[in-house]
Antibody, heavy 123, light 109 residues
């Protein structure tokens, strides 16, 4: 079955970087864009950006430009999201999600989602 | 525009029908997708496109759209439907980005 499995929880100090992995299985990894979405405690979903696993091309939300880097390793069907210069308000659960779209029909959705990775930023 | 607006909270009596709405300019160009999220769990897709349900989603969930508003309807709400619901669509500003609504907390009374 189609599945995304993320790396485990992380605790980081302010100013450090974190790299979260997302291993895909059950489908052709290079055939679907991978998006990253985060959720701060008690808050809603916040889109961070996407990577095209085929080309490596990326598109980041304005808020994270300059701090986020999305990469992939096609040999192991894994996407990565690295966030640098961490602050306390980066404490959140980070999700990867496979994007499926039918562009001509204006249809786009996320399925499945990874289980989430809690990143805690604390001194 | 890059915003989708949802009511923060909605309640429904057990077995009744509830509609959760999502408003935004991007919905004039793109369909919304809808996600259910229960505490401590990842979001789960419940509706995508015009009105499509993934395998395993009960048929009491349906979607519709008109103008700049998308709606998720639960007909005959069950206790297990109590959750947060988020809408999502492409950003219509041409930058290939994505937007999420702020989420609606559904309480089943």
């Amino acid at each position: 079955q189609v599945q995304l499995v993320q790396s485990g929880a992380e605790v980081k100090k302010p100013g450090a970087s974190v790299k979260v992995s997302c291993k895909a299985s059950g489908y052709t990894f290079t055939g679907y864009y991978m998006h990253w979405v985060r959720q701060a405690p008690g808050q809603g979903l916040e889109w961070m950006g996407w990577i095209n696993p085929n080309s490596g091309g990326t598109n980041y939300a304005q808020k994270f430009q300059g701090r986020v880097t999305m990469t992939r390793d096609t040999s192991i069907s894994t996407a990565y999201m690295e966030l640098s210069r961490l602050r306390s308000d980066d404490t959140a659960v980070y999700y990867c999600a496979r994007n499926v779209r039918i562009a001509a029909a204006g249809i786009n959705w996320f399925d499945p989602w990874g289980q989430g990775t809690l990143v805690t930023v604390s001194s | 525009s890059s915003e989708l607006t949802q009511d923060p909270a909605v309640s429904v009596a057990l077995g009744q029908t509830v509609r959760i709405t999502c408003q935004g300019d991007s919905l004039r160009s793109y369909y919304a997708s809808w996600y259910q999220q229960k505490p401590g769990q990842a979001p789960v897709l419940v509706i995508y496109g015009k009105n499509n349900r993934p395998s395993g989603i009960p048929d009491r969930f349906s979607g519709s759209s008109s103008g700049n508003t998308a709606s998720l309807t639960i007909t005959g709400a069950q206790a297990e439907d109590e959750a947060d619901y988020y809408c999502n669509s492409r950003d219509s500003s041409g930058n290939h980005r994505v937007v999420f609504g702020g989420g609606t907390k559904l309480t089943v009374l």
